[in-house]
RNA sequence: GCUCAGAUGGUGGAACUGGUAGACACGCAGGACUUAAAAUCCUGUGCCCUUUAAAGGCGUGCGGGUUCGAUUCCCGCUCUGAGUACCA
């Protein structure tokens, strides 16, 4: 028979399911390999082209790794809580989880026809409430739970609890909000039940707080930091305003360190690493406290050089900074009022592109230099953020250049501080070579010492003290949503108490409308009898879409237990993620606060790794590939009937329009089609160039109005899921974006053709012979096996496609048909085209490709004794030699030199040097 | 501005630690088979000069350098894409 792969794909697909092959449970005689997928959030457009891109290469490296004898979990779930549901059911009525329901079942219908190697009985759904349970019972660890800077690890708040009665908070060091009191053991035990909560819950690593938040009016929630670009939300492009809220928080930041070094222990894309370095944003530094001239504020500046401190000639204020009216004198209360007005018009848009104009205005007030009592000038300035550090920055105009500019602008002192500083007049100098000068106590130093003396030197005063500082921030946790995870929490005279671990879990209430209340409250707030007992109401917002995705891959392991997130022996069994594919955007959101609630969870001894992903890879974006036809134009500038092909398109006025890439083959449009396309398109006239007409084409974003979203559906229907795959791959490579381009998939399915063409005869009879092979066609197989073994390993799959086809063809014009050479490649090609390999494996007479191993490659295959090869001589003359590949590189010179009848001498010239390169000779040096 | 990644035929891309650049595939041109089409097969295909061939010259964004030898390493530049945004 002919290669019918549709009848071949269907058979196998239901092989695998009702087999279950690929259901895998912990066995210590298997060493294991845990293969993960970033699961998809299931929208209703479906599935289009590159969204199985990263699918395919995990499972060809899941199906790869179970060929070498692994125990492989390889699962596949759903992210299913999110905002397109919500908004959908704003419109429509409609329940978001009904609507999820039906997306899931168009993914899966879409993800079985591609022949995946996914133990599908452990799948998992964030929505679900057996899910969403472990989510909010993890919820309940955080709270109660703080973070012991002593230990470097989190423990139970009850370890807290006891430091506060034994020692009150003398000796604590915890990852705390600012606020926290100062007590006594006997200062704690007469607080009241009510003090103590509110007391803890700022050492809580989640916690509820004022804070400025992301609020965007049109969606009705609070949005995370890299929910906002540019002032408007990620999705949707709505308006984002700054507004004060009562937040669940986070307390992220108390890993930010271990966060950091975690990264140098992972291999993971250096890009993606180098991101999240940025996002923590450590730095070494100090904090100084400069008194205010005749007043009682000290204000705090952090600064990275505190070596530069009696080179700071004026002290800046955030215009935001809480303490500028208190501040600002009489007389500059005018300019100061009128600066901030003028800040806080500029939009987030103007304050970035307007970075070099200096602005700023003075407070009229002076503050004193700790270190040698100088009186410098306070101002205020936007160019200082109040969100990072203390709001609050020293001005050394010597050292920096945007402080030089301050400075230079507004007439303030330009102190050199440094020996080796050059060209004061015209810039700053921020070097840290030479000595110092003009700095008092510290003159004469040299950097090292200085930073080191300084240091000391403030702490001993009480003025100051070395210090980290971070970028990045607790993480706010509550959304004004519906459709998320229930924050498991109850308020009691205005203050959070969980609800009983028992009472998990919390589900969600069913409401009348997916909308904020009247009274601009959540979406629970109309849920009726949303109350913990009587008296106590439930928390409001519902968790972020963050939450779930933040630990799902232990439930995989374990994924219908009941009495646990995933039972101990399966934890201790799969430990981490061995290899993660998904996409880069989500290098400073998911991949960050995964990282976070594992080591928390490592932490409360739930894991035993403190990372949770050894090696990550991220497959590029597949980009849409549009296809235009040119309408010529009459002179009103009207459209006519007329269209002319893009070769062409130049002699005449046109108008480029969209056309359906599915009607475009090679982009050549196919003609009949598009006066189908649309009625008004039903008289079209075209202007050919040799015959066709030829499309233009750009590469956009893919989306259903530029008609370039291509479905495997459709594909997979034309060319089957083996050749879809395969295609995907040849693409090339997996970690580059990309344009999706169908006009080359003709030369994989073809490739599949000849493939399964080897195994038969004329008749299209199925034939192999036991006769033994010749060395040829163990030649071509065994380089095989090791190419594709190598590629796997380093992620090269678009390679390894190539010499699939190369194997095939050098077989195919050997006529190959022995069982031996031939079921050795059924397996090595399995990983990509695992349907086609099942039937052929079956009609060589075994049973299940799961069962089989990879082939042992043999490298004596590849030894020739005689072969040719160039040689140039001072990298220009070139001939050729024909000689074993087994000479020394001494014989090879005798050998050489023999042949050119000269003693130590080629071309009547001594030779100096013979290089070699893999043990040939590849030129003479003479 | 900063950080990172990249630039190779008409196209997607290969060349893994410097060693015959352009594998493999698409497209295109020509041919075989066929009433025809599909399918299949064969040949050619980086550019230039040349009727053709032989032979030659030029070729991995641009300009230099190291080396017997550079797509690969180094320095400078141009362009493209991604991330980031006054971080003190």
Known sequence: MDYQFKAIEQKWQRYWAENKTFKVEPNAALPKYYVLDMFPYPSGAGLHVGHPLGYIASDIFARYKRLKGFNVLHPMGYDSFGLPAEQYAIQTGQHPAVTTEANIATYRRQLDQIGFSFDWSKEVRTSDPNYYKWTQWIFMKLFNSWYNKETDSAESIQTLIDKLNNTGTAGIQAASDEDTRTLLPSDWAILSEEERQKEL?????????????????????????DEVKDGFSERGGHPVEQKKMMQWSMRIAAYADRLLQGLNTIDWPEPVKEMQRNWIGKSVGASVRFPVENGVRQIEVFTTRVDTIFGVSYLVLAPEHEWVEELTTADQKEEVERYIAQTKKKSELDRMADTKTVSG??????????????????????????GYGTGAVMGVPSGDQRDWLFATYFGLPVTQILDSQKELEQQADPTKEGRYVNSGFINGMTYQEAVSYLNTWLEERGIGKAKV?????????????????????????????????????????????????????????????????????????????????????????????????ASEEAIAYWKDVDLYIGGAEHATGHLLYSRFWNKFLKDLGYVPEEEPFKKLINQGMIQGRSNFVYRVIDEEGRGTQTFVSAGLKDQYKTASLHVDVNIVENDVLHLDKFRQFRPEFETAEFILENGRYVC??????????????????????????????????????????KPWNTNGIEGVFKFLRKFW???????????????????????????????????????????????????????????????????????????????????????????????????????????????????SINGKMKMNLSMALDLDEKSVQEYVLANHQVQGYLEGKPVKKVIYVKGKIVNIVI
């Open 201 to 225: 819950l700022k050492y809580r690593l989640t916690y509820l707080r004022e804070s400025t938040v992301n609020w965007c009016p049109a969606l009705g929630t609070v949005l995370a930091n």
């Open 361 to 386: 205005a003075f407070t009229g007030t002076y503050v004193i230099n700790p270190v040698n009592g100088d009186r410098i000038q306070l101002w205020i300035a936007d160019y200082v953020l109040a």
């Open 469 to 565: 500082n971070f970028r990045m921030r607790d993480a706010i946790f509550g959304r004004q949503r519906y459709w998320g995870e229930p924050i498991p929490v109850y308020f009691r005279e205005g203050l959070p108490y969980l609800i009983g671990e028992e009472e998990l879990p919390l589900l969600l209430p069913e409401i009348d409308k997916y909308l904020p209340t009247e009274s601009g409250e959540p979406p629970l707030g109309r849920a009726m009898g949303w109350n913990y007992g009587e008296k106590y109401a439930y928390e409001l917002s519902t968790m972020p879409g963050w939450a779930g995705s933040s630990w799902y891959w232990y439930r995989y392991m374990d994924s219908e237990n009941s009495a646990a997130f």
């Open 696 to 737: 233009g084409v750009e590469v956009e974003k893919m989306s259903k109005s530029k008609f370039n979203v291509v479905n495997p559906d459709v594909l997979i229907d034309q060319y089957g899921a083996d050749t879809l795959r395969m295609y995907e791959m040849f693409l090339g490579p997996l970690e580059q974006s």
């Open 757 to 871: 063409r080897l195994f038969h005869n004329e008749a299209w009879e199925f034939f192999v012979s036991d006769a033994a092979p010749s060395k040829a066609e163990l030649k071509a197989v065994h380089k095989l096996i090791k190419k594709v073994q190598e590629d796997i390993e380093r992620f090269s799959f678009n390679t390894s496609v190539s010499s699939f086809m190369i194997a095939v063809n050098e077989l195919t014009e050997l006529k190959c048909k022995s069982r031996e050479v031939l079921q050795n490649l059924v397996v090595v090609l399995s990983p990509y085209a695992p349907h086609i390999c099942e039937e052929l494996w079956s009609l060589l007479g075994n049973e299940g490709l799961s069962n089989a191993t990879y082939p042992e490659f043999n490298p004596e295959y590849l030894v020739e004794n005689e072969f040719a090869y160039p040689i």
